[in-house]
């Protein structure tokens, strides 16, 4: 998979649904078949490899960019 290809994100935007309906109705629970909730683990796994993939490569494009930064201290003035 290419880290450039969107990602499928729907299974998470029904789960947030169903939370919301749930909610909504005052429910105390919400179930969902395991298909469902195989798709949810899956794309979640998906969007977390994802966002470890994308820390990895700015943690490395920052570490090969120096940058130095100079602080002087003049005590400052009074007028």
Do not use: C, H, W, Y
């Not at 998470?12 to 798709?39: C, G, H, L, M, P």
């Not at 820390?55 to 090969?64: A, G, I, Y």
Request: aromatic share 4%; no cysteine; charged share 20%.
């Amino acid at each position: 998979m290419s880290t450039n290809e969107p990602l499928n994100t729907i299974p998470i935007q029904q789960f947030i649904q169903v939370v919301k309906s749930a909610d909504n109705s005052r429910s105390n629970e919400v179930r969902i078949d395991i298909n469902t909730a195989k798709n949810l683990a899956f794309t979640l796994g998906i969007v977390m490899s994802r966002l470890n993939g994308d820390l990895e490569k700015l943690l490395q494009s920052n570490t090969n960019t120096e940058e130095s930064i100079q602080i002087n201290m003049d005590g400052g003035s009074n007028f």
